[in-house]
């Protein structure tokens, strides 16, 4: 696509120069066809600016930009700054006057305006709110500069626009579309030239957009769910679209935007076959889409499947859009059901970077009839962009009633969003701080590299003095390969827990945690993990995750373990590893699982916990064939692992944040106990009471995460209730959090329950198992702390404290009902034989989906490994 790339002359960056009148008398034509006139928009701001030109300059679509004597009020000058107008090519006449009518913008790149230093258009704003920012650039000829080489960034008040940017090659023209929110009445334009360098511009527009244009929220598609607070993001236009129809130019956009041809984006474009209806069929609904969001020329034009000739008649219609793949992207989709006779024949699905957008997507139920706009919006994260492109499909689905398989596409928007920098070209903020993770060198920090290299040297010094102290050492003296022995005293007495009499020889200079003062747990050798392991057999292997393999140990006592090694190769390491000790070692509780020790020696990170005979909870809910859990056994779980909960954040003084509840991370003992297990993710709170939250980057298992934790990557505590809460719905309807192979509305289950709880239907959706023994108080106190944990706003969750009390009094209403029957009770066989059952699962389930990162995947039912879902 690279060399057709160039001609995307509104959305891509830039085209042949002499090729925009080609364009432009195509648009001419379609134009006359036509004959219908865009609905009008008038806009309170309305800035028009042709640069450096002599005269205003009028435009085919009846937009008159200002001269550059009428716009020298909205620029700050001083006596450093040139200004100029450029020589004109040969073969190009300008306007003469403001009444000569031009046949298209290409006037706009006749001129410009030369800055040496920084320079700032300043103009006022009547209605805050969305506006469109253009800039047209192309680097003309002059006598005494050479446009080509000139570099600059172009930011506004607090957004970067362009940073470091040129044209190279004086053949192209390039365009700039920005969708950006003001909030202020004034608003600043920026042109900064890099050092021995200057900036130039051709014609700015600055246009008030519609209040409702872009609103605040969109679908999420990786990962799933909705994504609120489109509003804080800045917009580049990066693709406008009109599938299956022409270019649409500004004179008949209600918006004075360019829809470009889909042609040269469509996959296989021999299994398109273009549809159009006349304009004036096309009725825009009394709420959705209107004449603003797209004109009727998009939504009466579209590509549907054609007779192809291939095998398999279900394929997919394809869009494939170069982006840059650092940056997130709002996506909008136009849809009008053109191809139809009769209502509820088309269902489709839309999918986004091989990700389910849409299941079965229907028109007629959503617009109510045939030829009507809707639209979608999607927001597609930059990790799901790692092949650089937007691709986007359409195919049929298997619900379609039409005996021929059908999908259609009207339109496509793509925008880039501006990332955490406030920026949409790299990582510089509008202050010219740089926020990636490595910052140019300053005075402090060339001082701080010189103080590390003093520490690093010292280091060696101590290095060698620790190998000359060790070839000094007694005959019997074992060296030890671990990270620890690095950083803990070298005489520390060391005490086997397997067993008093250890097999293994070693000198009681072991380095040990415990003897450090650090009280991490009790240090294990390799050899005695070895012997606990029968040499870390596979048939001992009960839970495989992220981190490693589990494996069941006994010591020389008869004591059961659950040993998990670390894999070499794991995106999980040693930040894991310390954090995992260092939580648990401050930790002790009867609802959390007890780490008893660890093992570094010889590179590897090995974790030594209690055994927990029963397995991860969700093992009891779905996906195994273990008994059912009875709803008063469900109660007594949710209450141990809230107590788990509630004291991780209150046990301390800073408190501490899970950061991954799950059902595969509640373990359950032989009495059915709930404990709390796996800290690896953990996180100590705020450290002081004036600040109210943690900000870190976004970890955790998708389904369970909490949204404004991911919208603003700042952790609280109130993020575990929000992950407790869908444990609560897990439990009670026992289903995956994520189910991706259930329709679109249904995948998430938090989305899910609550919509059939405020609908009235949330029995429907409760686990068979259970239903008719839950007493009609006690599902109501449950679901309200349920739904309570769920609410949008950390501030309006309650604390593990309040869920806690709201779990024991469902307990305290279930137990009072005469209709209180266990069908899972917990009798004296049904223990007898859990082991045997626990064992036979795991046969079954040894390994973890390692490509699920959804964290859907059925985990050991004797000690199951977390899975990482990032």
Known sequence: MGGEARWGWRKLDSIPFIGLCSLILASLCFDVALGIKSSSYTPADNYLINCGAPDSTLLDDGRTFKSDPQSASYLSTDENILTSITSLPKNVSPSSSSSSSSSSSFLLYLTARIFNHESMYRFLVFRPGRHW???????????????????????????????????????????????????????????????????????????????????????????????????????????????????????????????????????????????????????????????????????????????????????????????????????????????????????????????????????????????????????????????????????????????????????????????????????????????GRHSRPTLKMKIAVGFVIALGVTAIALLLLGVLRRL???????????????????????????????????????????????????????????????????????????????????????????????????????????????????????????????????????????????????????????????????????????????????????????RDVKTTNILLDENFGAKVSDFGLSKAGPASLDQTHVSTAVKGSFGYLDPEYFRRQQLTEKSDVYSFGVVLFEVLCARPALDPALPREQVNLAEWAMKQHRKGLLESIIDPNIVGTITPESLRKYVEAAEKCLAEYGVDRPSMGDVLWNLEYALQLQGTSPTNFDPADNTEAKVANMDQLCRKDSEKQLIVDSSDDSGLAVGSPIFAEKFQGR
């Open 472 to 658: 000094r050492s007694p005959k019997g003296y074992e060296k030890q390969k671990t990270f620890s022995s690095w950083l803990l005293p070298l005489n520390a007495s060391h005490c086997s827990f397997l067993s008093s009499k250890s097999k293994s020889s070693r000198s009681t200079t072991f380095p040990s945690f415990v003897s450090s003062g650090l009280n991490l747990g009790q240090f294990f050798t390799l050899n005695e993990l070895h012997e606990a392991t029968k040499s870390f057999d596979e048939q001992a292997v009960i839970g495989v995750g992220g981190f490693g393999k589990v494996y069941l140990g006994e010591s020389e006592d008869g004591t059961k373990l659950a040993i998990k090694r670390g894999n070499p190769s794991s995106s999980q390491g040693i930040n894991e590893f310390q954090t995992e000790i260092q939580m648990l070692s401050k930790l002790r509780h009867r609802h959390l699982v007890s780490l008893i020790g660890y093992c570094d020696e010889q590179s590897e990170m090995i974790l030594v916990y209690e055994y927990m005979a029963y397995g991860p909870l969700r093992d009891h809910l779905y996906g195994s064939s273990l008994p059912h859990l009875s709803w008063r056994q469900r109660l007594e779980i949710c209450i141990g692992a809230a107590r788990g909960l509630h004291y991780l954040h209150t046990g301390s003084a800073q408190g501490i944040i899970h």
């Open 133 to 435: 920012l253009r800039l047209y650039f192309y680097p003309l000829p002059h006598s005494t500069y050479s446009l080509t080489s000139a570099t600059f960034t172009v930011t506004t008040d607090n957004i970067v626009l362009l940073h470091g940017f040129s044209v190279k090659d004086s053949t192209k023209s390039v365009f700039k579309e920005y969708l950006i929110n003001i909030t202020s009445d004034k608003f600043t334009l920026k042109f900064s030239p890099m050092k021995n360098s200057f900036a130039f511009i051709n014609a700015i527009e600055l246009v008030s957009a519609p209040d409702d244009l872009v609103t605040d929220s969109a679908s999420a598609v990786f990962p799933v769910g909705d994504f609120n607070g489109l509003d804080d993001h800045a917009f580049e236009v990066s693709y406008t679209l009109n599938v299956g129809g022409p270019i649409i130019t500004p004179k008949n956009d209600t918006l004075w935007r360019t829809w470009l041809p889909d042609g040269q984006f469509m996959i296989f474009p021999h299994g398109a076959k273009n549809v159009s209806v006349p304009p004036d069929i096309i009725k825009y609904p009394d709420g959705g889409a209107t004449p603003l969001t797209a004109p009727h020329w998009v939504y009466a034009t579209a590509d549907q499947m054609a007779e192809s000739g291939v095998s398999n008649p279900n394929f997919n219609l394809t869009w494939e859009m170069n982006v840059d793949p650092t940056f997130s992207y709002l996506i909008r989709l136009h849809f009008c059901d053109i191809v139809s006779k009769v209502l509820n024949e088309l269902y489709f699905n839309v999918y986004v970077n091989g990700m389910l957008g849409v299941s079965s997507l229907d028109l007629s139920t959503l617009t109510s009839g045939l030829g009507i706009p809707y639209y979608k919006d999607f927001v597609i994260n930059a990790s799901a962009i790692s092949n650089g492109s937007v691709i986007i499909q359409v195919g049929p689905s298997s619900t379609s009633r039409s005996s021929f398989p059908n999908a259609i596409l009207n339109g496509v928007e793509v925008m880039k969003m501006s990332n955490s920098a406030g920026s949409l070209d790299g990582l510089f903020s509008s202050d010219g701080t740089y926020r």
